[in-house]
């Protein structure tokens, strides 16, 4: 198993560009998180999925855009990049609500 | 709404020397605890986990946990580090019946000769 995969591992953008940061995983987990890591803060979840077709808002979503269209994808878009935006990103995914989350390497954005 | 308070931001200690990490919670419901572990340029890993049942946890290398649910706690704790343990600590809570995580800023644990 691959567990849960990221691409790209790194990117630089500039402000107002988009951008889709993909996540897969291999387990047939149904639920899936993106997270994003800022020094000092945490990790704080952007959007979920509790499995394909259903999505929702978490903690910090404005800016960001997803979709589930099968149970192994779960890509997160963002829409027009802010240097706010600049972050490492999360994707994690699990097996059953509330259990144990398994994360990907991460994405690392740069908007300048 | 669930909240996670992590202490300590930093902890360095020195190789053998005990080491407690302290994450205290927050939640009106039922939560299930994790310890997470990040080491440098690598995403998070599961170091150990309370659902139910028995309030001490084990880890494979050597951390516990225990729940304390009047004190709303799930302090980390490993009775002699090593420098392999040196890494970023994070709590998290999550609520039974919704899913979704919190989590706790982290703490950097340094271990020093």
């Known amino acids: 198993n691959a567990g849960v995969t990221q691409t790209p591992k790194f990117q630089v953008l500039k402000t107002g560009q988009s951008m889709t940061l993909q996540c897969a995983q291999d387990?047939?987990?149904?639920?899936m998180s993106w997270y994003r890591q800022d020094p000092g803060m945490g990790l704080r979840l952007i959007h979920y999925?509790?499995?394909?077709?259903?999505?929702d808002q978490g903690e910090v979503p404005n800016g960001y855009n997803v979709s589930r269209s099968t149970t192994e994808d779960f890509p997160l878009r963002l829409l027009s990049a802010a240097p706010s935006q600049t972050s490492v990103y999360f994707c994690?995914?699990?097996?059953?609500?509330?259990?144990?989350?398994?994360f990907g390497p991460g994405t690392r954005l740069t908007v300048l | 709404a669930q909240s996670v308070t992590q202490l300590d931001s930093q902890v360095p200690v020195f190789e053998e020397a005990p080491v407690e990490l302290r994450c205290n919670y927050s939640?009106?419901?039922?939560?299930?605890l994790f310890w997470y572990v990040q080491y440098p340029n690598q995403g998070l890993q599961l170091l150990l986990k309370?659902?139910?049942?028995?309030?001490l946890v084990e880890s494979i290398n050597g951390f516990e946990a225990e729940f304390n649910k009047s004190q709303t706690s799930f302090h980390l704790r490993k009775p002699s580090v090593h420098i392999s343990d040196t890494a970023e600590y994070f709590c998290a809570v999550t609520h039974t019946n919704a899913g979704k995580s919190t989590f706790g800023d982290g703490t950097t644990l340094t271990v020093k000769p």
């Open positions: 309370y659902l139910s049942g028995s309030t």
């Open positions: 999925s509790v499995g394909a077709g259903i999505t």
């Open positions: 387990m047939n987990h149904e639920y």
């Open positions: 994690a995914s699990s097996y059953s609500w509330g259990d144990e989350q398994f």
């Open positions: 939640s009106s419901v039922s939560v299930y």
